[in-house]
């Protein structure tokens, strides 16, 4: 069993490595108050930039998320966008809730309901907005995956059953009766605990939190790879057989992986949605998650800091392409994953090996 090459990178070059997480945590804490500053300075960064940067973070926090059960425990998800549009969901009540005041949402007047449906009770109080965000998640990932592990389910058809679930979401939320805006799903919305979602203020809040919960999901992540658990996890991905023989029950160490990963997609989708705005069905669109998969084999599987970086760098060049070359982005991005695929067969962490071997 291969030890993670971002630990044993982080070993050898302690120093070096603390240096360097330290430089970008303080860089990524002081970007957002250069909101602040006049338009006319050179330092200055719009709300716009701003949003994207955390909207890219969010993507982030999904890519570590999943490469704790890739990565880790080879468990190949291509279903994650679903936990993730459902912590963005419960965010969204909420602040349809806050946006309705005492009415109904607009969805729902436009629909001639004439009440909530049961699920809604409570989801004006941030409180229980924030247990949903949690809940819904972590308890749909806790039934799916102990009836999935329970049946000795993994590889190609693990992956195919995710897919399946996700798509069934979608198609679920899609519709106008289920109380969740149809293929709309929820916008127009004004406060966030009564500050307003647009004002640059509740933008920088947003923006810290969103880091401190990338920071949490790394050290949680980096816990898990250092501890017994995490070795398990990685002789879950190798050699889960002869695990078995030795007397350990994968079920359990999967389940709980599982279940981990799916409630920080959760909170990543309820930080994305008042920083974007918008939440609809299109985000459990399987495509999302196939494409968060190719964030973590770009980035480097079983690194952590490698999906993070795999997160970044198609985001960032989709947001570059859409502007510079529209009609072309399709084509730069589908060349750069061949490129990667061809040259940079473990990711761009891969490269961190490469040089250490010369």
Same mark, same amino acid.
Request: glycine content about 12%; charged content about 10%; overall charge positive.
């Given at each position: 069993m291969t030890q993670p090459i971002t630990l044993t990178l982080t070993r050898k070059a302690p120093r070096l490595s603390v240096v360097a997480g330290l430089l970008v945590t303080a860089a990524l804490l002081i970007l957002p108050f250069l909101?602040?500053?006049?338009?006319?300075?050179?330092?200055?960064?719009?709300?716009?930039?701003? *949003?994207?940067?955390?909207?890219?973070?969010?993507?982030?926090?999904?890519?570590?998320?999943?490469?704790?059960?890739?990565?880790?425990?080879?468990?190949?998800?291509?279903?994650?966008?679903?936990?993730?549009?459902?912590?963005?969901?419960?965010?969204?009540?909420?602040?349809?809730?806050?946006?309705?005041?005492?009415?109904?949402?607009?969805?729902?007047?436009?629909?001639?309901?004439?009440?909530?449906?049961?699920?809604?009770?409570?989801?004006?109080?941030?409180?229980?907005?924030?247990?949903?965000?949690?809940?819904?998640?972590?308890?749909?990932?806790?039934?799916?995956?102990?009836?999935?592990?329970?049946?000795?389910?993994?590889?190609?058809?693990?992956?195919?059953?995710?897919?399946?679930?996700?798509?069934?979401?979608?198609?679920?939320?899609?519709?106008?009766? *289920?109380?969740?805006?149809?293929?709309?799903?929820?916008?127009?919305?004004?406060?966030?605990?009564?500050?307003?979602?647009?004002? *640059?203020? *509740?933008?920088?809040?947003?923006?810290?939190?969103?880091?401190?919960?990338?920071?949490?999901?790394?050290?949680?992540?980096?816990?898990?790879?250092?501890?017994?658990?995490?070795?398990v996890l990685t002789a879950v991905r190798d050699a889960e057989n002869r695990l078995i023989f030795c007397g350990y029950h994968p079920q359990g160490f999967k389940l709980f992986v599982w279940t981990l990963s799916a409630v920080l997609c959760g909170l990543a989708g309820a930080l994305y949605v008042p920083q974007v705005g918008i939440i609809n069905p299109g985000e459990m669109s399987p495509t999302n998650s196939i494409e968060a998969a190719i964030w973590v084999a770009l980035g480097g599987r079983g690194t952590l800091i490698g999906p993070l970086l795999g997160a970044g760098i198609v985001n960032g060049a989709k947001s570059w392409f859409t502007v510079a070359f529209p009609e072309y982005w399709l084509f730069f991005l589908g060349l750069m994953f061949i490129l990667v695929t061809l040259f940079l067969p473990h990711g761009v962490i891969g490269l961190l090996r490469r040089r250490k071997h010369d």
């Open positions: 909101a602040l500053l006049p338009a006319d300075n050179p330092l200055a960064i719009s709300t716009w930039t701003l *949003t994207l940067i955390g909207k890219i973070l969010c993507y982030a926090i999904v890519a570590v998320a999943l490469d704790l059960v890739w990565g880790y425990a080879g468990l190949l998800s291509l279903g994650h966008g679903l936990f993730f549009a459902l912590g963005g969901y419960a965010m969204g009540m909420y602040l349809m809730r806050q946006a309705s005041g005492d009415s109904l949402p607009a969805f729902m007047t436009f629909l001639s309901w004439q009440k909530m449906p049961w699920f809604w009770a409570g989801t004006q109080h941030f409180a229980w907005a924030l247990c949903l965000i949690v809940l819904v998640p972590g308890l749909l990932a806790l039934i799916f995956g102990w009836f999935t592990f329970r049946s000795k389910i993994k590889g190609v058809y693990f992956s195919i059953m995710t897919q399946a679930l996700t798509w069934a979401g979608m198609l679920l939320f899609f519709r106008n009766e *289920t109380g969740f805006g149809g293929n709309n799903g929820f916008t127009g919305f004004t406060t966030l605990l009564g500050f307003s979602v647009t004002a *640059t203020g *509740t933008r920088i809040v947003l923006f810290i939190v969103t880091v401190l919960l990338l920071l949490a999901t790394l050290a949680i992540g980096f816990a898990l790879a250092r501890s017994k658990f995490g070795r």
